[in-house]
Nanobody, 124 residues
Framework: QVQLVESGGGLVQAGGSLRLSCAASGRAFMTYNVGWFRQAPGKEREFVTGFRWGGGSTYYADSVKGRFTISRDNAENTVYLQMNSLKPEDTGVYYC?????????????????WGQGTQVTVSS
């Protein structure tokens, strides 16, 4: 089992940057797929980015490619989401999630473990 805690959200102007962190506790975090999802008011939770367990392939939603970067610090058991060139449509609650499926999944209901979320607001 793994516990996840996000941090780093806030209010930023369009074109600005934020870095979100997802600190994990529990054993064998490297054996989990990790995904970042976001949910805007009145909208369904959507996939942002993630990587497959073992530090393999990374995946990005088309809407964030070239602007967002996912990375991890294995020593700190932390996953980061660097968000650049932010747009108002990036506004939402950002969640870190983990699961132990063999294949990477980008659908939110495939994930078993979730953080509490962190609010990101991008003003125009």
């Amino acid at each position: 089992q793994v516990q996840l805690v996000e941090s780093g959200g806030g209010l930023v102007q369009a074109g600005g940057s934020l870095r979100l962190s997802c600190a994990a506790s529990g054993r064998a975090f490297m054996t989990y797929n990790v995904g970042w999802f976001r949910q805007a008011p009145g909208k369904e939770r959507e996939f942002v980015t993630g990587f497959r367990w073992g530090g393999g392939s990374t995946y990005y939603a088309d809407s964030v490619k070239g602007r967002f970067t996912i990375s991890r610090d294995n020593a700190e058991n932390t996953v980061y989401l660097q968000m650049n060139s932010l747009k108002p449509e990036d506004t939402g609650v950002y969640y870190c999630a983990a699961d132990r499926n063999y294949q990477f999944r980008s659908t939110w209901n495939e994930y078993d473990y979730w953080g509490q979320g962190t609010q990101v607001t991008v003003s125009s």
